[in-house]
């Protein structure tokens, strides 16, 4: 079993930044392979960015690629979201998911164990 956490959310301006991060315990951490996903009201989760077990290779989705960068530090068990240019419709509840896949999966099916969200909110 993985234990996940995160924290790290709030409410911010248009153009603002904020930086999540995904506490892990109970297994090897780097073991997992890692991922953001966000789901907004009345719409599906979807996934925001994933990152190998190693951290070395990331993707991000096409939404947020330039603005988003996901990272992990596998001494600290921890993994971050860094948001910055955040618009109105980044709003929503974002998970952190881990799989034990080699490579980074965009499709929730493949992950075992989800965190139970953090509330970001973009609004003036």
């Known amino acids: 079993q993985v234990q996940l956490v995160e924290s790290g959310g709030g409410l911010v301006q248009p153009g603002g930044s904020l930086r999540l991060s995904c506490a892990a315990s109970?297994?090897?951490?780097?073991?997992?392979?890692m991922a953001w996903f966000r789901q907004a009201p009345g719409k599906e989760r979807e996934f925001v960015a994933g990152?190998?077990?190693?951290?070395?290779?990331?993707v991000e989705a096409d939404s947020v690629k330039g603005r988003f960068t996901i990272s992990r530090d596998n001494a600290k068990n921890t993994m971050y979201l860094q948001m910055n240019s955040l618009k109105p419709e980044d709003t929503a509840v974002y998970y952190c998911a881990a799989n034990q896949a080699v490579l980074i999966q965009r499709a929730e099916g493949f992950y075992d164990y989800w965190g139970q969200g953090t509330q970001v909110t973009v609004s003036s």
């Open positions: 109970g297994r090897t951490f780097s073991n997992y392979a």
């Open positions: 990152i190998s077990r190693s951290g070395r290779s990331s």
